[in-house]
T-cell receptor
């Protein structure tokens, strides 16, 4: 059974900092890995989707990397802003999508 | 706007009552999913459907049923609600099995 772990569980940084969120998974036979953002009381918004054949994906200030062999992915956020405050979820797709517990990010003005 | 519509947004339900959560997508995605999200447990798959006419059980299917009569709709039914089914329920879809997912905005269900 695929296990997905996200570290840290919570992170607080001052505005402007660059930061890295980590995701690890136990079964490397994946189709893809997807990073989501969830605001309090809201649904999940897809940020980046990395296919198993890819090493990284970028969207604006976000960059996600994938190392299948080591079972790791990172989400890099550049020049963080208070509007980035949310919970970030990593999800790994084998035959179904398994989610990590998330990292709750707070960016202080 | 293309996406997933879930209804109701929230509901308080008496234990023992029957309830159907609605999910409709307009993206012509083949696969659809129901998840529940609970504090400390994260998102867990309840049921899924890879294509219209087929359904399958996820990680926590007990107490729930689904149907997939057409591509767009994937209702989730609680036949006799219990307090442990208090949760936030999310519907999701993907173009094909193994693709990225799109999520609805969720239904917050409280069973009392």
């Amino acid at each position: 059974k695929q296990e997905v772990t996200q570290i840290p569980a919570a992170l607080s940084v001052p505005e402007g900092e660059n930061l890295v969120l980590n995701c690890s998974f136990t079964d490397s036979a994946i189709y893809n890995l997807q990073w989501f953002r969830q605001d309090p009381g809201k649904g999940l918004t897809s940020l980046l989707l990395i296919q198993s054949s890819q090493r990284e994906q970028t969207s604006g200030r976000l960059n996600a990397s994938l190392d299948k062999s080591s079972g790791r992915s990172t989400l890099y956020i550049a020049a963080s802003q208070p509007g980035d405050s949310a919970t970030y979820l990593c999800a790994v797709n084998n035959n179904d999508m398994r989610f990590g517990a998330g990292t709750r990010l707070t960016v202080k003005p | 706007i293309a996406g997933i519509t879930q209804a109701p947004t929230s509901q308080i339900l008496a234990a023992g009552r029957r309830m159907t959560l609605r999910c409709t997508q307009d993206m012509r995605h083949n696969a659809m999913y129901w998840y529940r999200q609970d504090l400390g447990l994260g998102l867990r798959l309840i049921h899924y459907s890879n294509t219209a006419g087929t359904t399958g059980k996820g990680e926590v299917p007990d107490g729930y049923s689904v149907s997939r009569a057409n591509t767009d709709d994937f209702p989730l039914t609680l036949a006799s609600a219990v307090p442990s089914q208090t949760s936030v329920y999310f519907c999701a879809s993907s173009p094909v099995e193994g693709s990225g997912y799109t999520f609805g905005s969720g239904t917050r269900l409280t069973v009392v």
